[in-house]
């Protein structure tokens, strides 16, 4: 049985810093390109970071580029999320993913999900 579980949100000022973690099980953990997606009340869920399991690919959305940092240790199982110089439109659940193909910005193609864990950013 596949689980991803994340960990790590709260609420934080704006300008402030977070770090989410996701730990998976169950599944081949260095085979699947990680992902993290968010979503925000009454908005579409929308990509956010994936880092293939090699680390060869690495994207980001425009809107985090620069603020975002995902990384990924493939001994512990764990995917993590570093974001400093939060703004309030950050505010969302955020989500991790695993992808068995290459990473992709597209949930659809991402077989496993955890089950979210809230970010709210006040200003």
């Known amino acids: 049985q596949v689980q991803l579980v994340e960990s790590g949100g709260g609420l934080v000022q704006a300008g402030g810093s977070l770090r989410l973690s996701c730990a998976a099980s169950?599944?081949?953990?260095?085979?699947?390109?990680m992902g993290w997606f968010r979503q925000a009340p009454g908005k579409e869920r929308e990509f956010v970071a994936v880092k293939s399991w090699s680390g060869g690919r690495l994207y980001y959305a425009d809107s985090v580029k620069g603020r975002f940092t995902i990384s990924r240790d493939n001994a512990k199982n764990t995917v993590y999320l570093q974001m400093n110089s939060l703004k309030p439109e950050d505010t969302a659940v955020y989500y991790c993913?695993?992808?068995?193909?290459?990473?992709?910005?597209?949930?659809?193609?991402?077989?496993?999900w955890g089950q979210g864990t809230q970010v709210t950013v006040s200003s």
């Open positions: 993913a695993a992808d068995p193909g290459v990473a992709t910005t597209t949930p659809d193609e991402y077989d496993y």
């Open positions: 169950g599944l081949t953990f260095s085979s699947y390109a």
